[in-house]
């Protein structure tokens, strides 16, 4: 399958009108189409990628919410047949009944009365994967990221939004007590501007993203190699590029894809800004030389505030490095005021303007009041399992009554996933460039030296 064939086929997909045409266009019947679910049906679910994120964190997560809010997992589509098999398996045993196998996402869309999908597939996926989803008439839970590229983030947008069905992304701080408390202290006015945000994640992890045994176990013969690749370019059989992806671009940015998406987010959830209006990056491979592409250590500098009004705004800078941990995961906050420090859940005045340098200047002190945002918020994890932890739990519980209700506003909607989408994919470009990256409002694309950033 060429490229140019490639990016038709998600073209194709995208743009279709209706639930007939979409359906038609990949053999599908009309018995396909979303059935209304009443308050008493049992909702079916299908995943999509058996992944380590599904089995670690979202099943237990599903599974602790299934039986109160009559839930049910129906299907595993997998390409790969150990992870089908292995999806089968496990889900068949924990839920106490058959799970059917599906080969690929064609084969999961006949499924009469499906009703719902959660995606966990790779990086560069999760917007053909949410587009394909919603033209069956799906509902969606989608990990993160969304989009790598602003032709895939525009293109998934239209489509959730068009099809009017429930969608949720991976971004759980969206459903975590101590980020509501945040955004609700500094949406009501009580921290006062913000003049910059400091951000981290730091680990000292070889292994990070790699899987050199089940590399060296797998064959092409094993997965449907040409279907992985979806809208990324014709490429020949590789299997790092399969199971070691976010080391690779176009297979994702890693760094900005998988962990800055996260504390970005909250950015555009405090401030109600869709987007950066600048960003420049640097980086490279400093420590694991072991062919990867994308960076090991990563520092990006985001300009945000309103694109109408340069003279006011603040500073994001995010950086992160995989080979020491020294810094750990912080999220800080400041204003003149004092600081919010979403690593210990507290709001704090430190180093905020204090009563004689006020005075000297003819100003009123503005310190912020210390305050524990709460006692009981479970740190956020930097292993590579981070489990079925709090905020996950409570964001899958959130999906899953949305989807009961038909209620679209879930807590991280199809703009948060297209504003973080925008985000990443700036810092990408301009890492990737070496220049400054900008966003054209009118065209809604990355710009970097005047020019579109593509792949």
């Not at 839930?71 to 059917?100: P, T």
């Not at 939004?161 to 975590?176: L, N």
């Not at 750990?328 to 005045?349: A, C, F, Q, V, W």
Request: net charge positive; proline share 4%; glycine share 8%.
């Amino acid at each position: 399958m060429t490229d140019k064939k490639n990016r038709r086929e998600f073209l194709k997909l995208s743009m279709m009108g209706g639930a007939g045409v979409a359906l038609s266009a990949m053999g599908m019947p009309a018995s396909s189409y979303g059935r209304i679910i009443g308050a008493n049906d049992r909702v079916n679910v299908g995943v999509v990628g058996f992944s380590d994120r599904f089995r670690q964190a979202l099943m237990p997560c599903f599974l602790n919410h299934k039986n109160k809010l009559n839930f049910d997992i129906v299907a595993v589509s997998d390409i790969w047949n150990r992870r089908r098999d292995e999806g089968q398996k496990i889900l068949s045993e924990k839920l106490g009944h058959k799970v059917q196998a599906c080969m690929n996402n064609d084969e999961l869309y006949r499924i009469k009365d499906l009703d719902a999908v959660i995606i966990a597939t790779a990086d560069f996926q999760h917007a053909f994967h949410t587009i394909e989803a919603v033209k069956n008439k799906k509902d969606v839970y989608c990990e993160k990221p969304f989009a790598e590229t602003m032709e895939d983030a525009r293109n998934a947008l239209k489509a959730v939004k068009e099809s009017k069905r429930v969608f949720q992304v991976g971004t759980q701080r969206r459903s975590g007590g101590t980020y509501h408390q945040a955004a609700k202290f500094i949406q009501d006015g009580k921290f006062g501007p913000i003049t910059m945000v400091e951000m981290t994640w730091n680990v000292n992890q070889p292994g990070r993203w790699r899987r050199p045994d089940l590399v060296r176990s797998i064959r092409e013969s094993d997965v449907d190699w040409k279907r992985y690749l979806c809208s990324r370019p014709d490429d020949n059989w590789d299997p790092r590029k399969y199971l070691e992806y976010r080391l690779f671009w176009p297979y994702s940015s890693g760094i900005f894809g998988q962990w800055m998406t996260h504390q970005i987010d909250t950015v555009h959830w405090f401030t109600g800004l869709k987007h950066p209006r600048s960003a420049v990056a640097n980086g490279g491979i400093y420590q694991w030389k072991d062919g990867r592409t994308n960076a090991d250590t990563l520092t990006a500098v985001f300009d945000y505030g309103p694109s109408n009004d340069p003279s006011t705004g603040f500073q994001v800078v995010y950086s992160s490095r995989f080979h020491n941990s020294a810094g750990g995961t912080k999220e800080l906050y400041y204003s003149n005021g004092g600081m919010i420090d979403m690593s210990t859940n507290k709001i704090t005045p430190t180093g905020g303007l204090k009563e004689r340098e006020a005075a000297e200047m003819g100003m009123k002190p503005n310190l912020l009041p210390s305050m524990d945002l709460s006692a009981e918020a479970a740190k956020v994890e930097t292993s590579a399992n981070t489990g079925g932890d709090s905020t996950t739990d409570a964001h899958v519980r959130n999906w899953m009554e949305c989807v009961r209700k038909q209620d679209v506003h879930t807590n991280a909607p199809i703009e948060a996933a297209y504003s973080h989408s925008i985000a990443l994919i700036m810092g990408t470009a301009a890492y990737r460039s070496g220049m400054k990256a900008t966003f054209d409002e009118a065209r809604q694309d990355v710009m970097v030296g005047g020019k579109v950033f593509t792949l």
